[in-house]
């Protein structure tokens, strides 16, 4: 009764989180559309790069790929927080390729097919593997693979919060709301007893907290220093 008890707690508390991961994660999916904005106002991609969404989308078919239930059974809430994810970057591509340059198209269309292939390959060359638990390793494998390299993109921000010593261009609420997406989804794997769910998102968590805490301390110096009174020096 008593272990009967933990397993409907435990139950609980991985699908709550699981739940709290894709609120959390909904908001990262709908930060670049103010980007878009400006693409669809001004006619134009201008001099941003369509890469991040190209990789964010290879990333979010594996992951969505390991949450099915042809791979594992029990991770219906990284299968529906992947699928998402995979429709808005689908979005912000194709809204990408019709306001560039036609080399830009081109390329982008290109990397496009190629990711398609890539997960293609992938799909059907797991399904091949009849060992379910192996079927379920390698697929976890890439997928943890793929999360982690996604982190990349938080390091060079914090490189460049530290050398400029500026939160300009980290945003608060998508340095939080990243923090807040990796934590829940942290506790799903380990609630879930998932380590390819909980060793990328632990990684996500410490990330979130340094950025967290690189935003508080560079842009209470900015508000001191903006205090101080202006002084032109000509020497």
Same mark, same amino acid.
């Given at each position: 009764?008593?272990?009967?008890? !933990?397993?409907?707690?435990?139950?609980?508390?991985?699908? @709550?989180?699981?739940?709290?991961?894709?609120?959390?994660?909904?908001?990262?999916?709908?930060?670049?559309?103010?980007?878009?904005?400006?693409?669809?106002?001004?006619?134009?991609?201008?001099?941003?790069?369509?890469?991040?969404?190209?990789?964010?989308?290879?990333?979010?078919?594996?992951?969505?790929?390991?949450?099915?239930?042809? =791979?594992?059974?029990?991770? =219906?809430?990284? *299968?529906?927080?992947?699928?998402?994810?995979?429709?808005? !970057?689908?979005?912000?591509?194709?809204?990408?390729? =019709?306001?560039?340059?036609?080399?830009?198209?081109?390329?982008?269309?290109?990397?496009?097919?190629?990711?398609?292939?890539?997960? @293609?390959?992938?799909?059907?060359?797991?399904?091949?593997?009849?060992?379910?638990?192996?079927?379920?390793?390698?697929?976890?494998?890439?997928?943890?693979?793929?999360?982690?390299?996604?982190?990349?993109?938080?390091?060079?921000? =914090?490189?460049?919060?530290?050398?400029?010593?500026?939160?300009?261009?980290?945003?608060?609420?998508?340095?939080?709301?990243?923090?807040?997406?990796?934590?829940?989804?942290?506790?799903?794997?380990?609630?879930?007893?998932?380590?390819?769910?909980?060793?990328?998102?632990?990684?996500?968590?410490?990330?979130?907290?340094?950025? *967290? @805490?690189?935003?508080?301390?560079?842009?209470?110096?900015?508000?001191?220093?903006?205090?101080?009174?202006?002084?032109?020096?000509?020497?």
């Amino acid at each position: 009764m008593v272990l009967s008890g !933990q397993y409907s707690a435990f139950l609980i508390a991985k699908v @709550a989180a699981g739940i709290a991961g894709n609120f959390f994660a909904f908001g990262l999916f709908v930060s670049p559309i103010h980007t878009f904005k400006r693409i669809i106002r001004n006619g134009s991609t201008e001099e941003f790069s369509g890469l991040p969404y190209i990789y964010a989308l290879l990333n979010c078919m594996i992951s969505m790929w390991y949450g099915s239930p042809l =791979i594992s059974s029990d991770n =219906i809430l990284i *299968l529906t927080v992947n699928s998402v994810g995979a429709v808005f !970057q689908l979005a912000y591509i194709t809204f990408f390729i =019709i306001y560039t340059e036609k080399p830009k198209k081109v390329w982008m269309m290109g990397l496009l097919v190629a990711v398609f292939g890539l997960f @293609a390959i992938i799909a059907i060359g797991s399904l091949q593997i009849s060992d379910l638990f192996l079927r379920r390793t390698v697929v976890g494998l890439l997928s943890c693979f793929s999360l982690i390299s996604m982190f990349a993109s938080p390091l060079f921000i =914090i490189n460049l919060v530290i050398r400029t010593k500026s939160v300009e261009f980290m945003p608060f609420y998508l340095s939080l709301s990243t923090f807040l997406m990796s934590t829940s989804f942290l506790l799903y794997g380990i609630f879930n007893y998932d380590p390819y769910v909980y060793v990328p998102n632990g990684i996500g968590t410490i990330l979130g907290i340094v950025q *967290l @805490a690189l935003y508080f301390h560079y842009n209470r110096s900015s508000k001191e220093d903006s205090r101080e009174p202006f002084i032109v020096s000509y020497a």
